[in-house]
């Protein structure tokens, strides 16, 4: 084979375009045919016009159709149309140019692939993978992080040696920082505005039978690829997750008039491109479950804390309107006075009774407990800020105020479901129950600090039996030992993901029969949990350092979004803050927490703080 250099880039990120240069090295010119087409067996059609040959082939009867299509610009030598298969013979170098479209945007998809294609070859290379670079950088470049104990010596080796390595125990620091932004470049790649969310592979799926369908998982999978987005500076690869709710939200107002006599919203364990807000599956441990919509839906108070967009928030508080609307009609009133969902689940679990039968269908899962309170909270902080009349904020606080306590067991654990029952799989992999401590907001230290205690144990049971063997479960646990203050574990764990949650190329993996497939969430959720052990944001407070272990004891970071409108940069030497500087995007105010001491910070939009301690 003759030397060849190459490399390929999509215009923009979502501009469904891509130029791919191909150059010789040495004397002789490059040869070869480009055909478009993909497995046997399937019903293609192919075409050529011109310059340009194209594809459409379908996915069966009320499936999506698609079109791609392919020019070729040389230098030197010839190119033509053969069939329909593009042919260049010694080239010094050769241009391919690509457009893709399907039918779930466009009726004329084939019309739109072909334009596409038209915008694409009025550029050249240079000007594509010039605007290509920009788009990424103006993204990826917004956050800087490096611990100064990385080994610039190991930097030079393959990821897969890197990784076999941590394997045996050995050290290697710079992979935190490596995985870290790795998973912010995972979500720039597969979730932009105009594109759908980044499902359970992101965009990284080869297989027309994928695991789980490669769909939206919306029972923990799809709410942590988005925990990024927000802290780690990237809240535009958001906006994909807020397009999908919105069609949720339309979706699910009939499921929930139709299924439960309910207005407003809901959906359940799993959704799709086209908003599905049925159960899905017949796996009752999943299925009925209706805190779907209801999870997805404070992502978007979620947004606004850090944004501030208030346009954002009066586009999309019907979301939240929708959700808690249900909830009103929905929740049953038990004998004590309290509200509950029912019938409902504890996602994938089950529980022994003390009769030894197992069961699934409960009362009142603590996790729904949870999601409720996050829920009304974020209903309510939405309403104030809209200027809602005080009778919604009333009656969301009414209703709040009746949901359970929540409950500790014989071993002191937080309690998974109403009773106290046994769990067959105590190392189960779904840490349901511990929502409220992460990523909800309503456990804490300072407010429930016995309740924290009670999870602590939830946690450590969990990992005594086994728990953390999915890549997506263990990056869970990581934000959660974060929450609970405790570097160390921080540490242990991100060192367990490494080591047993992660492909050769630094996929997140997960146990499927005898093997592993690829889901993007544990990438995603690890990247997250690694802005946690560094910066506790919520509830009017900021505090730097809150988890962190001692090998990552020095180091910088630059571009952290902070809850209420500010991005933080800083700098640590021996486990403490030794510079940092607030920049406020708008009026930002919160009780800032460095090195054990406490201080309110106040800051004009446009404002910045700087200190050196």
């Not at 033509?80 to 009726?107: C, K």
Request: glycine content about 10%; proline content about 3%; hydrophobic content about 35%.
């Amino acid at each position: 084979m003759r030397p060849l250099r190459g490399a390929g880039f999509p215009e923009s990120l979502s501009a469904g375009r891509v130029a791919v240069r191909l150059e010789a090295e040495g004397r002789e010119g490059i040869s070869f045919d480009c055909r478009l087409g993909r497995c046997h067996n399937w019903t293609d059609e192919m075409g050529r016009e011109g310059d340009t040959i194209w594809f459409t082939s379908g996915c069966g009867e009320g499936g999506i159709s698609f079109c791609v299509a392919a020019r070729v610009r040389i230098s030197g030598g010839t190119v033509g149309i053969i069939g329909q298969t593009l042919t260049v013979e010694n080239a010094r170098n050769a241009e391919i140019y690509l457009a893709v479209e399907t039918s779930f945007r466009h009726e004329d998809f084939v019309r739109a692939c072909r334009d596409r294609l038209d915008r694409v070859w009025e550029k050249n290379y240079e000007e594509i993978r010039s605007a290509h670079c920009r788009d990424y950088r103006k993204l990826f470049g917004r956050l800087e992080l490096a611990f100064a104990q990385e080994d610039p010596g190991l930097e030079a080796l393959p990821v897969d040696e890197r990784l076999q390595a941590v394997k045996e125990g050995k050290e290697d620091i710079g992979l935190v920082s490596l995985y870290f932004q790795y998973g912010r470049y995972l979500l720039i790649a597969s979730s932009r505005e105009g594109s759908l969310p980044a499902n359970l592979q992101g965009i990284w799926n080869e297989s027309l039978t994928p695991p789980w369908d490669s769909k939206f998982t919306i029972n923990i999978n799809t709410e942590m690829n988005y925990w990024i987005a927000e802290s780690g500076n990237l809240a535009e690869c958001h906006l994909p997750l807020f397009e999908l709710l919105e069609r949720i939200k339309e979706n699910g107002k009939e499921t929930a008039r139709r299924m439960y006599g309910c207005r407003g919203s809901v959906a359940h364990h799993n959704t799709d491109i086209y908003a599905d807000t049925a159960p899905q599956d017949l796996c009752i441990t999943s299925t009925f479950w209706v805190m779907g919509e209801a999870w997805l839906a404070t992502h978007v108070w979620e947004h606004y804390l850090y944004t501030k967009d208030k346009d954002f928030l009066e586009k999309h508080f019907d979301i939240l309107e929708q959700s808690v609307s249900f909830f009103y009609d929905f929740l049953t009133e038990g004998p004590d006075g309290t509200l509950v969902t029912s019938p409902t689940i504890s996602p994938e679990n089950t529980y022994r009774t003390k009769d030894g039968k197992e069961g699934h269908l409960c009362e009142g899962a603590t996790m729904d407990v949870e999601i409720l309170q996050e829920l009304f909270l974020c209903y309510i902080g939405a309403c104030g800020v809209l200027g809602k009349e005080e009778a919604r904020i009333r009656k969301a606080q009414e209703v709040c105020s009746r949901f359970p306590k929540l409950k500790t067991g014989r071993y002191g654990q937080l309690l998974e479901w109403m009773e106290d029952y046994e769990e067959p799989e105590p190392g189960h992999r779904h840490i349901s129950h511990l929502y409220g401590v992460y990523p909800g907001t309503t456990l804490t230290w300072q407010e429930t600090p016995e309740l924290m205690r009670a999870a602590r144990r939830s946690l450590d049971r969990r990992l005594e039996n086994g728990g953390g063997h999915t890549g997506w479960s263990r990056a869970w646990i990581i934000g959660l030992w974060a929450h609970f203050g405790e570097g160390e574990k921080v540490y242990e764990n991100l060192q367990a993901l490494l080591a047993k949650g992660t492909f050769p190329n630094l996929m997140d993996n997960h146990p499927m029969g005898d093997g592993f497939v690829f889901q993007i969430d544990g990438n995603l959720g690890a990247a997250a949990a690694v802005l946690e052990m560094l910066v506790l944001s919520q509830q009017g407070r900021v505090v730097l350092l809150p988890a962190l272990p001692e090998k990552l004891n020095g180091g910088s970071v630059c571009g952290i979004c902070l809850k209420g409108g500010a991005s933080l940069s800083m700098r640590w030497h021996e486990g403490r803050v030794t510079w940092l500087k607030l920049d406020a995007k708008d009026e930002f105010k919160a009780q800032l927490e460095v090195n054990g001491t406490e201080e309110s910070i106040a800051l004009a939009a446009g404002e910045s703080l700087e200190r050196t301690y």
